[in-house]
């Protein structure tokens, strides 16, 4: 079989043959070698309940964890072959990272977190924050603080600083998961909205399922390996 990552059409995200083992008494294995490509525009969402493995498949794939076993490519980029400090350099040109958890900045306006990325690789395009502020219903807010946003305006932001750079993929990790069902469907659908036009790919995980639609893929994790679901 030719893996997909040698074809002449590479996947933005692929990994084969994953496992992932945390030491414990008895050790626990989450990930039982997970296999997963996506292409570009595609969205693909991975479901199961809290404690299958998710998080842990995610940081995988962002280059935020290593691989006990296994191969992560981000196209032609051999992720698990690289030190943290080269990934860090990488990370925010190939992947945009959206947590249960904003992880804003207090002490920076909206603006000055939605061009965050840009301020730390020296690629600041104000611009471009105005740009995402916009698209995300926060233009009126780009000089207030963090502090002073609802939950669901929050997470907003975090869409748009995950999208700054442009990244070909946008990973999310249960991004409604801290917000009510009316404001989980707004940032889900913002952000399924704002990848769809840009042909963004989106990998999202949620133990969520009546929130997740208009997507291309859904997988269950379950056992630590991917089931592929109609």
């Given amino acids: 079989m030719v893996l997909p990552y040698y074809s002449a059409m590479r996947p933005l995200i692929c990994c084969k043959d994953l496992h992932r083992t945390y030491e414990s008494t008895p050790p626990l294995q989450v990930l039982k070698g997970v296999d997963f490509t996506v292409g570009r525009g595609e969205i693909a969402v991975i ?5 299958t493995g998710k998080s842990t498949l995610m940081h995988l794939l962002a280059g935020l964890d290593t691989p006990d076993h296994g191969e992560i490519w981000w196209e032609s980029l051999p992720v698990h072959t690289y030190r943290p400090q080269k990934l860090a350099r990488l990370r925010s040109k190939h992947v945009g990272l959206v ?11 909206v603006l000055e977190n ?3 990325p840009g301020r730390l690789t020296g690629e600041l395009e104000i611009q471009r924050g105005e740009v995402l502020l916009e698209a995300v219903g926060l233009s009126q807010r780009s000089s207030a603080y963090p502090k002073t946003l609802s939950g669901g305006e929050k997470q907003r932001l975090a869409v748009a600083r995950a999208l700054y750079h442009r ?17 989980a469907r707004v940032v889900y659908q913002l952000l399924v909205d ?20 208009e997507v291309d893929r859904k997988f269950n994790l379950i056992d630590g390996v991917l089931v592929p679901l109609d």
């Avoid at 479901?47 to 404690?51: E, F, I, M, R, Y």
């Avoid at 704002?194 to 639609?213: K, N, W």
């Fill in 47 to 51: 479901l199961g309940p809290s404690g």
């Fill in 99 to 109: 947590f249960q958890q904003h992880y804003l900045l207090e002490d920076l306006t």
């Fill in 114 to 116: 939605a061009t965050l």
């Fill in 167 to 183: 990244p070909p993929v946008v990973l999310a990790d249960e991004p409604t998961g801290s917000l009510d069902r009316g404001n």
């Fill in 194 to 213: 704002l990848c769809r036009e840009d042909d963004t790919s989106v990998v999202m995980v949620t133990h969520d399922e009546a929130l997740v639609d």
